[in-house]
């Protein structure tokens, strides 16, 4: 189990109790590797977001595009964009 946890929780000695107990906890409850996009991933979702701010539309597009050939899901929403992995 204690490859799921966060780097920190790994080592006891750096972390506080209450941290060892909030990664445990929440290793179980998100399958290691689905809960985050890999750095090229989140890079592009990085580029993405700060194209829509910058009202670049065919650069987000763009990004868009490339994240669905990798498998990923965008799901603007007023709370922000969600993302997910298709299966």
């Known amino acids: 189990m204690a490859e799921n946890l966060h780097p920190r929780a790994q080592n006891q000695a750096q972390c506080h109790p209450t941290e060892n107990v909030y990664y445990g906890v929440f290793a179980v409850l998100i399958p290691a590797g689905e809960d985050r996009l890999s750095p090229e991933e989140q890079a ?44």
């Not at 700060?50 to 595009?65: P, S, T, V």
């Open 44 to 87: 592009l979702f990085d580029e993405r977001q700060e194209a829509r701010r910058r009202r670049e539309f065919a650069r987000a597009d763009e990004a868009r595009r490339r994240l669905e050939e990798m498998g990923i899901t965008l799901e603007d929403t007023p709370k922000g964009t969600r993302w997910r992995r298709r299966r």
